[in-house]
């Protein structure tokens, strides 16, 4: 099955770089890197997906995105597997990240 993601909230695609784990963070969040100066907290498409955890291949990458001026980071170990965009903002909202205006 396949996902995918608008252009328009694609800022960045960057190499699987170190992510900082933080206790406490929603079930969600894998951690946080630093972009361009931001803290952006990075979300796992495996535990989003519901997937068993595996090992990260050669071609995994981090898509930063942004929605209503807040950087965030999805893991994306293939990119056949990229998300929906409502599955992204249900999560967001869910994690209080972001809140959805009528």
Do not use: C, W
Not at 18 to 30: A, Q
């Amino acid at each position: 099955m396949s996902y995918g993601i608008e252009p328009i909230y694609v800022t960045k695609i960057i190499g699987l770089h170190e992510i900082t784990e933080i206790t406490g963070l929603h079930n969600n969040v894998k951690g946080i890197i630093n972009f361009r100066g931001k803290i952006v907290p990075v979300i796992d498409t495996q535990i989003i997906l519901n997937k068993v955890p595996k090992a990260y291949t050669d071609t995994a990458f981090i898509l930063i995105i942004e929605i209503q001026k807040i950087f965030i980071g999805i893991i994306i170990d293939n990119p056949d597997e990229l998300l929906d965009m409502d599955v992204v903002i249900n999560v967001l909202v869910m994690m209080n990240l972001i809140k959805l205006q009528n």
